[in-house]
């Protein structure tokens, strides 16, 4: 089992920068792929980001393509999510998610699951 620890949420103006952290613990990841998924209220919960951390390589979605990067710290076990030009379309609540094997966009294929954090920019 790969247990999922996020931090780092909170409220910023637009314009702003956040980083959400994901610590796991249980299990190296090293060998995982890890995603940060968002829920906005009445939505469901969408791809934001993922990196695998066997091979480095991270996708994007669109919208956030070019302003957030994520990244991952094997040594440390965690996963980060640096989110500049916050808009208040980026309003949610991150999740951060694990899986064995590549990287996948969709909530269905990611296995272990943090409890979320609260990001919310006002505009």
């Known amino acids: 089992q790969v247990q999922l620890v996020e931090s780092g949420g909170g409220s910023v103006e637009a314009g702003g920068s956040l980083r959400l952290s994901c610590a796991a613990s249980g299990r190296t990841v090293s060998s995982y792929s890890m995603a940060w998924f968002r829920q906005a209220p009445g939505k469901e919960r969408e791809f934001v980001a993922s990196v695998s951390l066997n091979y480095g390589s991270t996708y994007y979605t669109n919208s956030v393509r070019g302003r957030f990067t994520i990244s991952g710290d094997n040594a440390e076990n965690t996963v980060y999510l640096q989110m500049n030009s916050l808009k208040p379309d980026d309003t949610a609540v991150y999740y951060c998610?694990?899986?064995?094997?590549?990287?996948?966009?969709?909530?269905?294929?990611?296995?272990?699951w943090g409890q979320g954090t609260q990001v919310t920019v006002s505009s």
């Open positions: 998610a694990a899986r064995r094997g590549v990287s996948a966009m969709s909530v269905r294929a990611y296995e272990f």
